[in-house]
């Protein structure tokens, strides 16, 4: 079955970086896009970025601060993001599809 789990998130203060990854199994991993959606408290679900062959898209508020990528040998999908802000604190989810199947989540805080 499709299983997708994130790894990665933290405690980090504004400015900072953290690298999250999704490890992904049970489907045929290259030839679907992935994406990352996140969630704060109180918020809709947010579709921060998705890749698929050779294209990515980002949401407004994260252009040029953080980056997806993909190892399609190791079915993995990575968040890169730099320059954390408090606003980016949320649950960070790995998604197939994007939006089809969801990882359990990784926490993110950014602390001011």
């Known amino acids: 079955q499709v299983r997708l789990v994130e790894s990665g998130g933290g405690l980090v203060q504004a400015g900072g970086s953290l690298r999250l990854s999704c490890a992904a199994s049970g489907f045929t991993f290259s030839i679907y896009t992935m994406g990352w959606y996140r969630q704060a408290p109180g918020k809709e679900r947010e579709l921060v970025a998705t890749?698929?062959?050779?294209?990515?898209t980002y949401a407004d508020s994260v252009k040029g601060r953080f980056t997806i990528s993909r190892d399609n040998a190791k079915n993995m999908v990575n968040l890169q993001m730099n320059s954390l802000k408090p606003e980016d604190t949320a649950v960070y989810y790995c998604?197939?599809?994007?939006?089809?199947?969801w990882g359990q989540g990784t926490q993110v805080t950014v602390s001011s």
């Open positions: 890749i698929s062959r050779g294209r990515t």
């Open positions: 998604t197939r599809g994007p939006g089809n199947y």
